[in-house]
């Protein structure tokens, strides 16, 4: 940890020193460690030190970026001057308006003492649990417990300046015997709040009952998605559609349907960095407070996300949403929870007379981004579920199936909501869902 | 360099290390974006630091830091020291190196012109150009072009006596053109050279003239702006002919990591998955078609997956991994290298291969493809078309997906072609395909040869936690699969 006053210290010598018209600084560091398990056993541990500066500098319509984890003057200073060359050659950038000015930011705490103050022996002994539970009972275990300390800073020369400091820690496993997986993990802010013993008992069940699977052949089948599954729903939609880029570039799936019906009036997807039932994040990497925006609201599209450049094409202003510049890939919903019902997972098996459950997808890709098609294998626990039950475990398949359509499927929705972790800071909050119809449309061996 | 070195390898075998190795690493990155003809993002990135691994008590410690003062040296190697002491409070065994490495040397990417050389009006006229020829199609309604260049130092030094400082450049640059129809909701887009907007290669700015990114730009808008009003590709079972782009992906995804020993050791097990290429098909397994010969090969010029020695000091090497279809080598680290002796004893080499990669100084180096390479066949590429009476030509990727042990896969490609009585025919769009690995690769006929081969870059190969990014390297040439199951889209 810098803390707020050498961080504040070192921005405002930056920002003193730059000759800019405009000049952001945004420092992120941190301290994480990371105790990894395979075969019941750690196999790699391992402690990362780093502080990232981050600065853009704007001359008239021109903005140059550059950045150092060299935090001596000489190297800040050669930082600034190598960010001030690139932006002196190259063209004005009409789309360009400015660095966003000071708003108010929230304020709130979101910092666990225990992830804070983690050692490597008490990340062995969680781990520990998660091993010694799966070698009673006969199957492996892998996976990983991350605990991190990360600083958040962001400043500018219009006179934003926000600091914050956060804490997460997550562990997630997989544990395997010779003809099955079973997958849990978990995350929170405070280490605390990690319960090794249940993440260990859900992936070791899970095993345990999706042993000798059998093939079942591909095709249509209502499904039942825990929440692990559901992630990708809200991940895919959000990569393909839920940003202003994809909207401007005319790709977004959104491109037409403001207003309009595009899924289940039982579903609502929207973005909020300040909920703390997520990883809160008061502001984003352009010091902007984090709005909540309705991306999907009762099955009506609704809006994206902004950061200031793509604001400014429309002039909006920013929704808070901006990624570390110069940001290629434009604003993301890193914050994004999809709304819950009221059914249990119980209820949605003892609902079902012929279908598949699904524990969660591995290395899903978007086939055709306009319909929000993609493509995936289904992993670590499968079922098929015959006259409201669980009747036998299956080998793993391959879908490839339209979100969107999908989403016009809704049978049931989850009451309850799970955490799951996002990128840069973020995560995901969702709940199982259960939908009339999904393609399957390959299988594999296992 | 040396006094932190010596200072961190003394005091981690004061503190009870058994082995102990440091790597110092200076990245330096500049990445150029450019859209519409406007420059949207344009930086240069630096990251220093360095990383202590030990063996103590049997067992793995790693820390890291961006500090490299003598007393940040300390603090980070005895904290190593601490998280070992903590690994092995749940070891079932000793970790086994196998024999020492203690190689010295030096070794630096051979480039023509350095990219740090050439000015940013240059760099930056390139991509406008090509911009601007993408965009002379109408219809096209984002052209995009990047280039990102790289440069990497690194000094290795190990308690055995290892010293080796290494230097890699790399350059790539790309362009995508999309195209929309806004009525129908559709996006269709064309990349060159390679998918994802970008090939790279262990090069200087001379693989950046070489692709001629202006040259290709205005074929590469008309493709986008075609493909909105091509035929779907057709459903059912065919022939397919793969370009050597998708080829290298299919390469990677296919053979590339189901070899990686520590994945067949369930290391990655929670995250990127296992592999169905177990030991004991080491040596027996018909893993392809008896004209299928793949090597991963750390030696080649140009490749991403060059180098002089690996993150654990070994030397870069050939190494044989399918040959005449038969499964024969993996890629493997000092560690795996021992353990895969025990299964099936002298069958395997005595040391590693050498496929162990950091991505920079704050990640231990894991098991990474090198160059994995699908070798080169007999056929000239248009023989090959005149020999196909009915299939498809599907070349760049668009898709990628594959399960977690590397046995059933599906890709979709940018463009398409049918192949219609030895000739190329109508433009195809959304051109998917989908197998099961062995069952593919033995279904291949024909590869086309030296002249139509080339290594391709993967710049962005991502496995590990945390996670790590690879440059990895796959030379390809164009080849044929009979009955391979096409048009997956509804």
């Known amino acids: 940890m810098l803390g707020e006053q050498r961080v504040k210290e070192l921005v405002e010598g930056i920002l003193a020193r730059s000759t800019a018209d405009q000049t952001e600084v945004v420092v992120l560091a941190g301290d994480e460690y990371l105790t990894r398990f395979a075969n019941s056993t750690i196999h790699q541990n391992v402690a990362e030190t780093n502080s990232e500066v981050r600065i853009r500098v704007v001359l008239g319509s021109r903005v140059g970026v550059a950045t150092t984890n060299n935090l001596d003057d000489k190297a800040l200073a050669q930082t600034l001057e190598s960010a001030l060359a690139i932006a002196r050659l190259q063209p004005e950038n009409p789309n360009f308006k400015s660095l966003p000015g000071p708003q108010p930011l929230p304020r709130f705490a979101a910092f666990g003492q225990a992830t804070a103050g983690c050692t490597p022996e008490q990340r062995a002994k969680g781990v520990g649990a998660i091993c010694l539970m799966a070698r009673n009972k006969g199957v492996v275990a892998s996976g990983a417990l991350t605990t991190a300390v990360v600083e958040l800073a962001v400043a500018n020369s219009l006179g934003v300046f926000g600091h914050f400091a956060t804490t997460q820690a997550e562990i997630n496993t997989v544990i395997m015997s010779d003809t099955s997986a079973g997958y849990a993990s978990d995350m929170a802010l405070d280490l605390d709040d990690l319960d090794f013993e249940a993440i260990g008992r859900e992936a070791v069940e899970k095993c345990l009952r999706s042993q000798k699977p059998r093939a079942l052949d591909p095709g249509d089948y209502t499904v039942i998605l825990e929440p692990y599954a559901v992630q990708d729903f809200i991940q895919m939609m959000a990569y393909t559609g839920f940003s202003a880029v994809a909207m401007q570039e005319g790709r977004s799936f959104m491109v037409g349907k403001i207003g309009q019906q595009i899924v289940d009036p039982r579903v609502s997807i929207w973005d909020d960095g300040t909920d703390p039932r997520g990883l809160p994040l008061p502001f984003d990497f352009e010091g902007v407070p984090k709005q909540r925006v309705d991306l999907i609201e009762k099955g009506v599209a609704r809006g994206v996300v902004y950061d200031s450049y793509r604001a400014g094409k429309e002039n909006k202003t920013s929704t808070g949403h901006a990624l570390p510049a110069p940001a290629a890939f434009g604003p993301f919903p890193l914050n994004a929870f999809f709304g819950p019902g009221d059914a249990t997972l119980d209820e949605m098996i003892a609902g079902t007379e012929r279908g598949l459950y699904v524990t969660r997808f591995h290395y899903t890709r978007p086939v055709e981004p306009t319909r929000v098609v993609v493509t995936g294998m289904t992993r670590d626990g499968t079922f098929l579920i015959e006259n409201g039950e669980i009747a036998y475990p299956v080998k793993n398949l391959r879908f490839t199936q339209s979100y969107l359509e999908a989403l016009n499927r809704v049978d049931m929705i989850g009451k309850d909501l799970r955490l799951l972790s996002g990128m840069f800071l973020g995560g995901t909050v969702q709940p199982a869902l259960k939908l009339g119809s999904f393609s399957f449309t390959g299988a594999t061996e296992f | ?490």
């Open chain 2, 1 to 490: 360099m040396r006094t932190l070195t010596d200072r961190a390898l003394n005091l981690a075998q004061v503190q009870g290390a058994s082995y102990a190795d440091i790597r110092i690493v200076m990245r330096r990155t500049q990445e150029i974006n450019v859209k519409n003809g406007v420059v949207e993002g344009l930086s240069d990135n630096e990251s220093q630091g360095f990383g202590v691994r030990v063996v103590v008590d049997g067992a793995w410690g790693f820390a890291s830091s961006a500090i490299l003062t003598p007393a940040e040296v300390d603090r980070v190697t005895a904290l190593a020291v601490q998280i070992a002491h903590a690994s092995a409070l749940l070891k079932v065994r000793d970790l086994r190196l196998g024999p020492p490495v203690a190689h010295v040397g030096l070794y630096r990417t051979p480039v023509e012109i350095d990219p740090w050389d050439v000015s940013l009006e240059q760099k930056l006229d390139l991509l406008l150009k090509a911009d601007e020829g993408m965009r002379s199609t109408p219809g096209v309604v984002v052209a995009g072009g990047s280039l990102s260049f790289w440069r990497e130092k690194k000094v290795f030094a190990n308690t055995e006596g290892a010293y080796l400082e290494q230097e890699i450049i790399e350059s790539g640059g790309g362009i995508t053109a999309t195209a929309v129809d806004r009525q129908k909701g559709e996006v269709q887009k064309r990349s060159y050279p390679n998918a994802f907007a970008r090939d790279q290669r262990q090069e200087g700015w001379e693989a950046i003239l070489a692709m001629d990114l202006p040259g290709h730009a205005a074929r590469i808008g008309e493709e986008a702006v075609a493909l909105l009003t091509a035929a779907p590709c057709p459903s059912g079972e065919t022939t397919l002919i793969l370009g050597a782009t998708q080829l290298s992906l299919q390469v990677h995804e296919s053979c590339g990591h189901p070899i990686e020993l520590d994945r067949v050791f369930g290391t990655e097990a929670s995250y990127a998955g296992t592999s169905f290429l177990t030991p004991e098909k080491y040596g027996s397994f018909r893993y392809g078609s008896d004209i299928v010969n793949m090597t991963a090969d750390a030696t080649i010029p140009g490749g991403l997956g060059t180098f002089g020695w690996d993150d654990e000091g070994v030397p870069a090497q050939r190494v044989p991994i399918v040959r005449n279809g038969i499964f024969c080598g993996y890629l493997t680290s000092r560690e795996t290298a021992q353990q895969l002796r025990e299964i099936v004893g002298d069958a395997a080499p005595e040391t590693s291969g050498g496929a162990m990669r950091a991505d920079g100084w704050n990640r231990i180096p894991i098991i990474r493809m090198t160059n994995v390479n699908l070798e080169p066949g007999e056929w000239e590429f248009d023989d090959l078309i005149a020999d196909t009476d009915d299939g498809i030509y599907m070349e760049l990727n668009k898709s990628w997906s594959i399960d977690d042990k590397r046995l059933n896969f599906q890709f979709g490609t940018e463009i398409a072609y049918e192949i219609k009585g030895g000739k190329m025919g109508r433009l195809l769009k959304n051109a998917t395909y989908t197998g099961i690995t062995p069952r593919f690769w033995a279904s291949c006929d024909a590869i086309c040869n030296q002249n139509h081969w080339r290594v391709w870059g993967t710049p962005n190969c991502g496995k590990g936690q945390p996670g790590q990014s690879a440059h990895t390297g796959h030379g390809t040439a164009p080849a044929r699969f009979r009955n391979v199951q096409v048009g997956m889209i509804k």
